[in-house]
Protein backbone atom coordinates (compact mmCIF):
# COMPACT_ATOMS: atom_id res chain seq x y z
CA UNK A 1 0.00 0.00 0.00
CA UNK A 2 1.11 3.81 -0.59
CA UNK A 3 1.77 5.44 2.45
CA UNK A 4 3.32 8.54 3.21
CA UNK A 5 6.03 9.25 6.36
CA UNK A 6 6.90 12.13 8.52
CA UNK A 7 9.06 11.18 11.31
CA UNK A 8 8.81 14.39 12.96
CA UNK A 9 5.85 14.98 14.85
CA UNK A 10 6.53 18.09 16.11
CA UNK A 11 9.73 20.52 15.10
CA UNK A 12 10.55 23.60 17.01
CA UNK A 13 12.68 26.16 15.52
CA UNK A 14 14.21 30.22 16.49
CA UNK A 15 12.86 32.44 14.09
CA UNK A 16 15.22 32.95 11.24
CA UNK A 17 16.66 29.69 11.45
CA UNK A 18 16.72 27.39 8.38
CA UNK A 19 13.62 24.50 8.84
CA UNK A 20 12.78 21.48 7.15
CA UNK A 21 9.98 19.10 7.03
CA UNK A 22 10.48 15.78 6.11
CA UNK A 23 8.30 13.78 4.15
CA UNK A 24 9.01 10.42 2.60
CA UNK A 25 6.59 8.07 0.38
CA UNK A 26 6.19 4.56 -0.48
CA UNK A 27 5.12 3.89 -3.99
CA UNK A 28 7.21 3.00 -7.32
CA UNK A 29 5.83 4.91 -9.80
CA UNK A 30 5.58 8.53 -10.56
CA UNK A 31 3.66 10.39 -8.05
CA UNK A 32 2.22 13.89 -7.50
CA UNK A 33 3.06 15.09 -4.00
CA UNK A 34 1.99 18.47 -2.11
CA UNK A 35 2.62 19.75 0.94
CA UNK A 36 -0.42 21.35 2.86
CA UNK A 37 -0.83 23.36 5.95
CA UNK A 38 -3.53 24.49 8.30
CA UNK A 39 -2.54 27.64 10.04
CA UNK A 40 -4.48 28.05 13.94
CA UNK A 41 -8.23 28.35 13.22
CA UNK A 42 -7.75 28.16 9.51
CA UNK A 43 -8.72 25.00 7.03
CA UNK A 44 -6.48 23.03 5.44
CA UNK A 45 -5.21 24.49 2.71
CA UNK A 46 -2.21 23.87 -0.62
CA UNK A 47 0.93 25.11 0.39
CA UNK A 48 2.62 23.57 -2.84
CA UNK A 49 3.05 20.80 -5.47
CA UNK A 50 5.50 19.26 -6.58
CA UNK A 51 4.70 19.30 -10.17
CA UNK A 52 4.47 23.31 -9.97
CA UNK A 53 8.16 23.81 -9.24
CA UNK A 54 7.53 26.98 -6.63
CA UNK A 55 8.18 28.44 -3.69
CA UNK A 56 5.34 29.89 -1.57
CA UNK A 57 6.03 31.89 1.14
CA UNK A 58 9.26 31.27 0.92
CA UNK A 59 9.07 27.28 1.32
CA UNK A 60 10.42 25.22 -1.38
CA UNK A 61 10.20 21.17 -1.82
CA UNK A 62 12.44 18.79 -4.08
CA UNK A 63 10.85 15.66 -5.44
CA UNK A 64 13.81 13.46 -5.13
CA UNK A 65 12.91 10.02 -6.29
CA UNK A 66 16.18 8.19 -5.59
CA UNK A 67 15.13 8.33 -2.54
CA UNK A 68 11.35 8.71 -2.31
CA UNK A 69 11.18 12.13 -0.19
CA UNK A 70 9.84 15.97 -0.77
CA UNK A 71 11.34 17.59 2.13
CA UNK A 72 9.63 20.99 2.76
CA UNK A 73 12.41 23.66 3.41
CA UNK A 74 12.68 27.37 4.03
CA UNK A 75 15.85 28.99 4.94
CA UNK A 76 15.03 31.67 7.59
CA UNK A 77 11.76 30.32 9.30
CA UNK A 78 9.24 33.60 10.37
CA UNK A 79 6.74 32.97 13.70
CA UNK A 80 4.02 33.46 11.12
CA UNK A 81 4.70 29.88 9.81
CA UNK A 82 3.53 28.10 12.94
CA UNK A 83 1.09 25.33 12.28
CA UNK A 84 0.53 22.21 11.30
CA UNK A 85 1.96 20.73 8.02
CA UNK A 86 0.85 17.51 5.71
CA UNK A 87 3.00 15.91 3.29
CA UNK A 88 0.39 14.81 0.96
CA UNK A 89 0.71 11.73 -2.45
CA UNK A 90 -1.95 11.00 -5.20
CA UNK A 91 -1.10 8.67 -7.50
CA UNK A 92 -2.80 9.52 -10.61
CA UNK A 93 -5.72 11.98 -11.44
CA UNK A 94 -8.96 11.11 -9.79
CA UNK A 95 -7.44 8.80 -7.58
CA UNK A 96 -7.16 9.12 -3.48
CA UNK A 97 -5.05 11.43 -1.64
CA UNK A 98 -2.45 9.68 0.95
CA UNK A 99 -2.43 12.26 4.03
CA UNK A 100 1.05 12.05 5.91
CA UNK A 101 0.22 12.00 9.65
CA UNK A 102 1.69 15.34 10.08
CA UNK A 103 4.52 18.10 11.47
CA UNK A 104 3.60 20.53 13.71
CA UNK A 105 5.95 23.31 13.33
CA UNK A 106 6.63 25.50 16.48
CA UNK A 107 8.61 29.03 15.28
CA UNK A 108 9.79 30.27 18.70
CA UNK A 109 10.72 34.38 18.88
CA UNK B 1 -15.86 32.73 -4.31
CA UNK B 2 -17.56 30.31 -2.15
CA UNK B 3 -15.59 27.21 -1.03
CA UNK B 4 -16.39 23.95 0.39
CA UNK B 5 -19.11 24.24 2.91
CA UNK B 6 -19.53 21.65 5.75
CA UNK B 7 -22.69 21.63 8.29
CA UNK B 8 -23.16 21.37 11.47
CA UNK B 9 -20.07 22.73 12.00
CA UNK B 10 -20.34 21.22 15.94
CA UNK B 11 -22.16 18.18 16.17
CA UNK B 12 -22.59 15.95 19.61
CA UNK B 13 -24.56 13.26 19.83
CA UNK B 14 -25.22 10.32 21.88
CA UNK B 15 -23.79 6.80 21.62
CA UNK B 16 -26.37 4.74 19.90
CA UNK B 17 -28.07 7.78 17.92
CA UNK B 18 -27.27 8.41 13.95
CA UNK B 19 -26.67 11.35 12.69
CA UNK B 20 -25.83 13.10 8.92
CA UNK B 21 -22.72 15.38 7.85
CA UNK B 22 -23.01 17.17 5.06
CA UNK B 23 -21.00 18.52 2.22
CA UNK B 24 -21.17 20.87 -0.45
CA UNK B 25 -18.15 21.04 -2.58
CA UNK B 26 -17.33 23.88 -4.99
CA UNK B 27 -19.52 23.99 -7.94
CA UNK B 28 -17.91 22.22 -10.98
CA UNK B 29 -15.93 20.04 -8.78
CA UNK B 30 -16.36 16.80 -10.20
CA UNK B 31 -14.28 14.93 -7.10
CA UNK B 32 -14.85 15.03 -3.37
CA UNK B 33 -13.40 13.42 -0.83
CA UNK B 34 -14.43 12.63 2.69
CA UNK B 35 -11.60 12.28 5.80
CA UNK B 36 -11.69 11.58 9.25
CA UNK B 37 -8.91 13.43 11.56
CA UNK B 38 -9.06 11.99 15.49
CA UNK B 39 -7.57 14.42 17.94
CA UNK B 40 -3.74 14.94 17.43
CA UNK B 41 -3.64 12.52 14.75
CA UNK B 42 -3.02 12.90 10.95
CA UNK B 43 -6.16 12.43 8.08
CA UNK B 44 -7.90 9.17 7.44
CA UNK B 45 -9.08 8.75 4.11
CA UNK B 46 -13.08 7.33 4.09
CA UNK B 47 -14.56 7.57 0.97
CA UNK B 48 -14.15 9.76 -2.32
CA UNK B 49 -16.58 10.04 -5.23
CA UNK B 50 -16.35 11.25 -8.95
CA UNK B 51 -19.32 12.53 -10.03
CA UNK B 52 -22.09 10.55 -8.05
CA UNK B 53 -20.14 7.24 -7.92
CA UNK B 54 -17.53 6.12 -5.37
CA UNK B 55 -14.98 3.79 -6.53
CA UNK B 56 -12.74 4.26 -3.68
CA UNK B 57 -14.94 3.35 -0.35
CA UNK B 58 -12.19 1.32 0.95
CA UNK B 59 -11.17 3.47 4.07
CA UNK B 60 -14.90 3.69 5.73
CA UNK B 61 -14.11 2.01 9.05
CA UNK B 62 -17.32 -0.10 9.67
CA UNK B 63 -20.78 -1.13 7.62
CA UNK B 64 -21.68 1.89 9.90
CA UNK B 65 -20.42 4.45 8.16
CA UNK B 66 -21.93 5.04 4.78
CA UNK B 67 -21.74 7.93 2.05
CA UNK B 68 -23.92 9.25 -0.77
CA UNK B 69 -23.41 11.95 -3.36
CA UNK B 70 -26.10 13.13 -5.68
CA UNK B 71 -26.49 15.63 -8.34
CA UNK B 72 -22.95 15.88 -8.54
CA UNK B 73 -22.56 18.65 -5.85
CA UNK B 74 -23.94 17.63 -2.07
CA UNK B 75 -22.09 14.48 -0.09
CA UNK B 76 -23.89 13.27 2.68
CA UNK B 77 -21.69 10.97 5.23
CA UNK B 78 -24.07 9.05 7.47
CA UNK B 79 -22.59 6.93 10.75
CA UNK B 80 -25.43 4.83 12.11
CA UNK B 81 -25.61 3.73 15.97
CA UNK B 82 -22.29 6.02 16.82
CA UNK B 83 -19.56 4.98 19.56
CA UNK B 84 -17.42 7.52 20.89
CA UNK B 85 -14.35 6.47 18.93
CA UNK B 86 -16.42 8.28 15.85
CA UNK B 87 -15.58 11.47 17.72
CA UNK B 88 -13.57 13.41 15.56
CA UNK B 89 -13.21 16.16 13.28
CA UNK B 90 -14.76 15.16 9.62
CA UNK B 91 -12.74 16.96 6.56
CA UNK B 92 -14.98 16.93 3.70
CA UNK B 93 -12.54 18.52 0.62
CA UNK B 94 -13.11 18.53 -3.87
CA UNK B 95 -11.09 19.17 -6.16
CA UNK B 96 -11.69 19.93 -10.29
CA UNK B 97 -12.05 18.35 -13.12
CA UNK B 98 -9.80 17.61 -16.09
CA UNK B 99 -6.95 19.55 -14.63
CA UNK B 100 -3.98 17.30 -13.87
CA UNK B 101 -2.50 17.71 -10.56
CA UNK B 102 -5.72 19.50 -9.15
CA UNK B 103 -5.25 20.02 -5.47
CA UNK B 104 -7.81 19.59 -2.66
CA UNK B 105 -9.86 22.34 -1.38
CA UNK B 106 -11.09 21.82 2.05
CA UNK B 107 -14.11 22.67 4.26
CA UNK B 108 -13.84 23.86 7.48
CA UNK B 109 -14.62 20.29 9.00
CA UNK B 110 -17.68 18.95 11.32
CA UNK B 111 -16.44 17.94 14.92
CA UNK B 112 -17.97 15.09 16.19
CA UNK B 113 -18.15 14.40 19.73
CA UNK B 114 -20.07 10.73 21.02
CA UNK B 115 -20.73 10.92 24.70
Known amino acids: AQRVTQPEKLLSVFKGAPVELKCNYS??????LFWYVQYSRQRLQLLLR??SRESIKGFTADLNKGETSFHLKKPFAQEEDSAMYYC???????????FGPGTRLSVLP | GAGVSQSPSNKVTEKGKDVELRCDPI?????LYWYRQRLGQGLEFLIY????????KSGLPSDRFSAERTGESVSTLTIQRTQQEDSAVYLC?????????????FGNGTRLTVT
Open chain 2, 93 to 105: ASSAPGHDNSPLH
Open chain 1, 27 to 32: YSGSPE
Open chain 1, 50 to 51: HI
Open chain 1, 88 to 98: ALRLSYGQNFV
Open chain 2, 27 to 31: SGHTA
Open chain 2, 49 to 56: FQGNSAPD
